[in-house]
C-alpha cells in the first residue's frame, strides 16, 4: 500500500475490514494517548493484518507494534532512556493465566484480593518512581498488554501499558522497579 492515506484508505476498506473495524482500531489508539498522526502506517498495519484477524483488540496490537518507535518516543526521559516497571515472572504468569480464562474482549478475569493486591502494588510503585521524578511505562508480555490496559486503564489512567513488541532494539531500558506479591500463593 503506497501513496497517501486516502489510497490506502480505498484499498482496506470495505475489502479487508469495514469501516467500523478501521474506527475502532483508531479509538483504541486514541483511548491510549498514541498519535494517530501516521495514518498511512496505520492504515498499512490494518491491511497487513485484516487477513489474519478482523478482531479490533488484535488488530490494535498489530498497529501498535508497527508504531513502536513513536510509541516509545513518547515515553523518553531526557537521556532518551525509557524508564520501565516490570511485572515479577510470578505475578506475570498469574495474570498471563487470568488472561487465557477470558473470553475475547472480555475484562481480565481476576479475584477481587488478587486484583486490590495488583492495584495497591502497581499504584504503591508508581507513586515511588513518579516521586523521584521519573515517567514510568509498565512493560509485560504481548499477550498481557491490551487486557492489563483495560483493567487498569479506570485505577491508574496515567500508567502507559507497552510490551516487549513495542520496544524497538536501539531503544535504551532502564528498569525502575519490579512489582512482585509478597507471597507467591495469590489466586486468580
Known amino acids: ?106 475484562p481480565l478475569a481476576l479475584d477481587p484480593r488478587t486484583a486490590q493486591h495488583l492495584l495497591e502494588r502497581l499504584a504503591s510503585t508508581l507513586e515511588q518512581v513518579l516521586t523521584s521524578g521519573g515517567q514510568p511505562v509498565l512493560l509485560c508480555s504481548p499477550a498481557l498488554r491490551w487486557p492489563l490496559r483495560r483493567f487498569l486503564e479506570r485505577f491508574l489512567p496515567q500508567l502507559a501499558v507497552i510490551s516487549h513488541h513495542e520496544v524497538e532494539a536501539d531503544i535504551q531500558i532502564q528498569a525502575t522497579a519490579v512489582v512482585s506479591f509478597d507471597n507467591a500463593t495469590e489466586t486468580v
Open 1 to 106: 500500500m503506497a501513496g497517501s492515506p486516502a489510497h490506502g484508505l480505498e484499498e482496506l476498506v470495505p475489502n479487508l475490514l469495514p469501516v467500523g473495524g478501521v474506527q475502532k482500531v483508531l479509538q483504541n489508539l486514541v483511548r491510549e494517548r498514541v498519535s494517530v498522526r501516521d495514518l498511512l502506517s496505520i492504515l498499512e498495519a490494518l491491511a497487513d493484518y485484516a487477513p489474519l484477524s478482523k478482531d479490533p483488540e488484535v488488530l490494535t496490537e498489530y498497529t501498535r507494534q508497527r508504531l513502536a518507535r513513536t510509541i516509545c518516543k513518547a515515553y523518553l526521559n531526557e537521556q532518551g532512556v525509557l524508564a520501565v516497571i516490570s511485572l515479577d515472572s510470578r505475578v506475570e504468569t498469574l495474570l498471563l493465566d487470568a488472561v487465557k480464562r477470558r473470553e475475547p474482549g472480555a
